[in-house]
């Protein structure tokens, strides 16, 4: 397993994310060594679970190509995957971090030829694609995934599948043996950056995301897109395979909302403005999107994506908080309730697919991070409260988008640089 | 460098030795190829493979090096050697992973090996290892234009990482448009009331700050150079100028209120009660937290409306067309202004959309609960009345027009950015004539203008959403409400985050290498004058103004502005601009290196260039998921589609090939090219190829130019497998020999 060499002029990036990468590459890049941590078996995070970007609608693999050609080259950081802080102490210049390795049971010598994938006939639900559907138990986490390297997911260590993955591998990638193990780490300064989760949407009641199945979330609406997604790139409901041309948006779905998350989401107006340009994009004039808000923040030079989408025809916006859902059982269309609040009139409003425009929250509560790390209300990073060298960067910290993020990420970074400046002049 | 020594290593592994004849890719290395040694291996990225490598480098001399196993993008840690010239090519991905395995197609799969093998030998016999620029500057102070929230947060930032720092402020002290503020909106909790703007504190700290060296009143009246040697002329208002040099530049000139005066319908310029957001905040820093009192006739405010978006988010001609983003809070901040001074006066905010995102939807809660009145309608005008000012709008909520008084009106108007010239709307001065610019912020002497080129609504933000800071002049950095409207939160998270990429680009600079998108490339562009026509093209076409022209017209390319994508080489008519190890002949030899079966063969060949970042990355994961396209092309991956000489296709042609793709991304407004116009240049260029085509006699359709995404993993093999029966159905190439 990868040993880190790491002293106390190294930087802990926690998170692979396109924070998490941005902070580790931008250090690097400054000449400072990184050592990148990411829970998953590949770097980078949400964002290389969505379809297009707003306002652009361009692709995020096509940045996560960029970074991951200057991860590769880079030879001052070094990347830990199915790795997870378990703690940390010390103080800034002079941290440990408390590191879990889980085992991949796949070692370098892999060439990613996908023979294990073939062998092995058990199927697990793809994480990658929230769950929407499987994928054998041997798995390379998608496309771009960096390392590329294949993964034996520890639910077939000990049946006849890892030892059909064992016989397959003719480049002795397999160690069925190997262990987890926990690793300390000194480092000197820490960015701290591992994201955001969507909320959960079961917890809205009245939305019955549990209970119709043609209710979604905008995280697995993004899947829908993608050819090599759940749905081979076919916008269609759950419930039946019906495609999905009259879609309902739902706004500040967990967010706003003083049950659910106080805080407001940022992302979540133009991520639906773009998902309806999905829609209009498969079915043409057949599309019909209808997004529920309360206020529309398409932010600073968004409000140009905002009109844009105004413009079209096929999107209609209804200022109002929908009330509830209820779902016709003939045909499974989900039924919005609710009252129109300009002009009061009340609505019941059939769609053939609803998509949750669903908050977001912090992937880890920033209080449990370590003493002396300060969190707001939502559990985000307050980095003006943190005096320790331990910096909250990307959506760990705040609310953002991808563009804010990676800002965030960047200034991070620069604050990590300064303590691990101050530790090298101190010793010189 | 010692003499050229090539080592091709064929791997077997992956099926690859199952599927193709690799003894006989050996022999074509060494006998075609001049390989001084070819050897095949069963598994050539394990240990015993690399360090078969390895042996050969120490110990035969072996210093230009062929990898044919699996893609470039794979393994790349793996086989990793230094100085050498190392080409990766491609049998995995680009052979046996998107060719059938049938025995009747052994053949032209082998073909295509072989042929891969050719060119990956023709390619690194024409390489050389970059030596890294030599006329590198190593100058690590730091500019930083702008003493506002903006300009000092960079300041001191750069200096606490130990940085020296050149401080440049206009006018006669430091702070900006922050130090005109009575308070701020809250940025951490609790989210609930204005607090204290910090400006004073951090002016002070800054004059104590021993590695700032400030300079007020001061303009930029020049700035020349390239990151790492920069030189820059700081100018007094008395008319004194100091020369000094720096590494690299911050860019934090902030923004202008939109001038309301624009505005007469909503009554500014024609009652003293109307204000927009900065007058309200005079107002308030006079009255110190007492009651606020109206202009007109210093009356207590007992009433007043806020009108947002006033003159922005706006389609009327004179208006602003984005949101500002600052000012819902803002008017909520000064709406608690009132407030907290007196409960008792109505305040009232006129709003279409409310933004208050992340925890401003607490300080909105707050505002809520404090008694301030939001009511969404749509200001049409603001009239004076007896007494008092009457706002007629149009209430979104009730459907209908309303009229409310007020003591006092508050336009929340937007920013204009301070971003100087408009370089793309004025002529630029020839070389020689240079000359300094009121306008101008930093006032450049480049060829491509005098400051940095602007995105959308005169603001030079980054066109990237996954790089903020992918600036178009390396080495300069803008950051702040310049790049983009924001409020002071996200301005000193942007000035730090721009603090980081001044000392990065001083770094690299110091290492002569590139910075992103080409991060650590050492190569850089060379000419060879002699050869050159002083056509200006590489001039005109560098995306980041590299390149400079000296008085007889010659290029002048300023290696550390470089970002090495190739646009002047794919520019240059007479070809005399290459890199070492990209050049018009590695790719140029790669072309001549493919074996051209005869007219009668039925076996037509096709060239594909494909941008290494989108279209390339597309074709490796389209081979990952077993998706087949025609064994008769030959892909070779290029920097940018910019970089695409046309001489290549010429060549290509009148060889004998049967058609030419080339693969870019996407071009236009949203453009994804992050060398900004390879793509549209490479399209703009091959409209003009149909003449060569009928010159030479050949159909029209043998040459196509395609926008291709990283996403794009079905449709560009689907793409490839038209122009093969495109091909099948014009015929083969009449020009084989």
């Known amino acids: ?428 | 460098m010692a003499d050229m020594k090539i080592g091709a290593y064929i791997c077997k592994g992956c099926g690859i030795g199952e599927r193709l004849n690799t003894t006989q890719l050996v022999n074509i290395a060494t006998k075609e190829g001049k390989a001084a040694i070819a050897r095949e291996h069963e598994f050539l990225c394990n240990a015993g493979g690399v360090d078969m490598i390895k042996q050969d480098i120490e110990k035969e001399g072996v210093n230009h090096i062929v990898i044919a196993a699996c893609s470039r993008r794979a393994k790349v840690e793996t086989f990793n050697f230094e100085n050498v010239a190392l080409n990766r090519t491609n049998l995995r991905e680009g052979v046996i992973w998107v060719t059938p395995a049938d025995d009747d197609k052994k053949e032209i799969v082998q073909e295509m090996a072989a042929d891969y093998v050719r060119m990956g030998c023709a390619e690194v016999k024409k390489m050389e290892v970059p030596q890294a620029n030599p006329a590198h500057g190593n100058n690590r102070r730091i500019l930083v234009v702008g003493g506002g929230i903006s300009g000092m947060t960079a300041a001191i930032e750069a200096a606490n990482t130990g940085y020296d720092v050149l401080l440049v402020e206009k006018t006669g002290s430091l702070g900006g448009m922050a130090a005109k503020l009575a308070k701020r909106v809250p940025f951490r909790e609790p989210y609930s009331d204005p607090v204290d703007t910090g400006i004073a504190a951090l002016i002070e700290k800054i004059e104590g700050e021993k590695h700032i060296k400030l300079f007020l009143n001061s303009t930029i009246s020049k700035t020349s150079g390239a990151p790492g040697q920069f030189s820059v002329d700081i100018s007094t208002e008395s008319g004194t100028t100091a020369t000094e040099n720096v590494g690299a530049i911050v860019m934090a000139s902030g923004f202008t209120p939109y001038d309301a005066n624009k505005l007469p319908h909503l009554g500014f310029g024609k009652s003293k009660d109307v204000v927009d957001q900065a007058g309200l905040e005079l107002l308030a820093k006079g009255a110190n937290g007492g009651a606020i009192k109206r202009p007109s006739d210093g009356k207590e405010v007992k009433s007043v409306v806020f009108v947002q978006c006033a003159g922005q988010r706006s389609d009327k001609e004179g208006e602003l067309s984005y949101c500002s983003g600052h000012c819902c809070n803002t008017s909520i901040k000064q709406a608690m202004y009132f407030k907290n001074a007196n409960p008792d006066i109505d305040t009232n905010i006129i709003y279409t959309d409310l933004r208050t995102p992340g925890n401003g939807e607490d300080f909105y809660r707050s505002a809520q609960k404090k008694g301030v009145n939001f009511t969404k309608g749509v200001v049409s005008e603001v009239e004076a009345g007896n007494g008092a000012l009457e706002v007629k709008f149009n209430d979104k909520i009730l459907n209908e027009d309303a009229v409310a008084k007020a003591d006092l009106v508050v336009l929340a108007t937007g920013m204009v950015a301070n971003s100087g010239v408009d370089i793309d709307a004025v002529k630029q001065d020839e070389p020689g004539q240079w000359a300094q610019s009121k306008v101008s912020v930093l006032n450049m002497v480049y060829r491509q203008g005098k400051d940095l080129p602007l995105l959308k609504n005169g603001f030079n933000d980054s066109h990237f959403i996954c790089f903020p800071y992918e600036t178009r002049r390396t080495g300069i950095y803008s950051c702040g409400p310049v790049r983009r409207p924001m409020d002071m939160a996200q301005a000193i998270e942007d000035a730090t985050g721009a603090a980081l990429k001044v000392i990065q680009a001083v770094e690299n600079a110091a290492l002569g290498r590139a910075a992103h998108p080409r991060s650590g490339d050492l190569s850089f562009p060379s000419v060879r004058m002699e050869g050159c026509t002083q056509c200006k093209r590489c001039t005109v076409e560098c995306p980041f103004g590299a390149i400079d022209e000296d008085e007889k017209r010659y290029p002048v390319i300023n290696e550390s502005r470089c970002r090495r994508c190739g646009t002047c080489m794919g520019a240059c008519p007479v070809r005399v601009i290459s890199f070492e190890n990209y050049s018009v002949d590695t790719v140029g030899y790669q072309v001549k290196a493919v074996d051209i079966p005869d007219q009668f063969s039925e076996k037509p060949r096709i060239l594909v260039l494909a941008c290494e970042n989108d279209a390339y990355p597309a074709l490796d994961m389209a081979a990952m998921n077993r998706i087949q396209y025609s064994a008769f092309v030959r892909v070779i991956p290029v920097r940018c589609l910019g970089s695409v000489n046309t001489i290549w296709i010429s060549d290509a042609l009148s060889s004998g090939y049967d058609g030419v793709m080339l693969m870019g991304c996407q071009k236009g407004e949203n453009y994804q090219c992050h060398f900004v116009k390879g793509s549209e240049l490479a399209h703009a260029r091959m409209s003009k190829i149909d003449d060569t085509l009928k010159g030479m006699s050949l159909e029209v359709e043998r040459v196509q130019t395609h926008e291709v995404a990283i996403t794009d993993i079905q449709r560009a093999p689907a793409l490839i497998n038209q122009m093969a029966e495109t091909i099948q159905k014009i015929g083969l190439s009449p020009l084989k020999f």
């Open chain 1, 1 to 428: 397993m990868a040993v880190a060499v790491a002293t106390n002029e190294t930087i802990l990036v926690v998170g692979g994310g396109i924070s998490g990468m941005t902070a580790a590459l931008e250090a690097a890049e400054c000449g400072k060594d990184v050592v990148l941590v990411e829970k998953n078996p590949s770097v980078g995070g949400r964002v290389s679970q969505l379809y297009k970007y707003f306002p652009k609608l361009c692709h995020p693999t096509c940045g996560m190509e960029i970074n991951l050609r200057r991860l590769r080259a880079q030879k001052r950081i070094r990347v830990l995957t199915l790795a997870e802080v378990q703690s940390i102490s010390g103080k800034a210049g002079d941290y440990t971090a408390v590191v879990k390795l889980k085992a991949r049971y796949v070692n370098d010598n892999c060439t990613a030829c996908g023979e294990c994938e073939k062998a092995v006939s058990a199927e697990i639900p793809n994480p990658y694609n929230y769950g929407l559907n499987k994928m054998k138990a041997a798995y390379l986490p998608f496309n771009m995934a960096y390392p590329q390297r294949y993964v034996l997911d520890p639910s077939i260590i000990g049946t006849p599948d890892a030892d059909k993955a064992l016989a397959a591998c003719k480049y002795n990638a397999i160690d069925l043996g190997m262990k987890g193990e926990v690793i300390n780490l000194k480092v000197g300064a820490i960015v701290w950056a591992t994201g955001w989760r969507p909320y959960d949407a079961a917890k809205i009641q009245p939305y019955g995301y549990d209970r119709y199945k043609n209710v979604i979330t905008s995280v697995e609406f993004e899947r829908l897109m993608d050819p090599f997604g759940p749905t081979g790139g076919k916008l269609i409901r759950p419930s039946d395979g019906k495609e999905a041309k009259n879609v309902a948006f739902i706004q500040c779905a967990g967010s706003r909302d003083r049950n659910h998350l106080k805080h407001c989401s940022r992302i979540c107006c133009m991520a639906s403005l773009k998902q309806s340009t999905y829609v209009s994009e498969k079915f043409g004039d057949n599309a019909r999107s209808t997004i529920y808000y309360i206020d529309i923040r398409a932010i600073d030079r968004f409000e140009d994506f905002y009109k844009k989408v105004q413009a079209d025809p096929k999107v209609k916006f209804i200022k109002s908080k929908v009330a509830n859902i209820t779902e016709d059982q003939a045909s499974g269309n989900p039924i919005l309730h609710g009252v129109d609040t300009e002009g009061y009139h009340r609505y019941d409003n059939p769609h053939d697919l609803v998509v949750l425009a669903i908050g977001m929250e912090p992937n880890v509560d920033a209080g449990k991070i370590m003493p002396g790390v300060a969190a707001d209300v939502s559990g985000f990073i307050d980095i003006h409260a943190t005096t320790e060298a331990v910096f909250g960067a990307g959506c760990a910290s705040n609310a953002l988008d991808v563009n804010r993020s990676v800002q965030s990420a960047t200034a991070a970074s620069l604050r990590a640089i300064q303590v691990i400046n101050r530790v090298s002049r101190a010793e010189a």
